[in-house]
């Protein structure tokens, strides 16, 4: 009798709608791309500033706390800009 075990290393991303306060401008969108695509769990960011909003692709979940957590990162921004 032989067993066969298939086990699929491709990780499932999963996408999820955040809300963002505090962008005021492209500059603002752009700042905030930069520091949510440094988190090593994120494949993809697409900002909004129009609808306030991010569109974040992950491996795995991220807690929003954690988001902030990468947000806050640069120190000239910290606190400027809230993900809920």
Known sequence: ???????NLKPKIMTHTYSITG???TGCAGHVK??????PDVTLVDVSLK???AEIS????ITIAELQRFLDQDS???GRYSIS
């Open 1 to 7: 009798m032989q067993l066969c075990v298939i086990i």
């Open 51 to 53: 609808q306030n909003e």
């Open 23 to 25: 962008m005021q401008c």
């Open 58 to 61: 992950m491996n795995q979940l």
């Open 76 to 78: 000239k921004y910290s």
């Open 34 to 39: 930069d520091q949510i695509e440094n988190h």
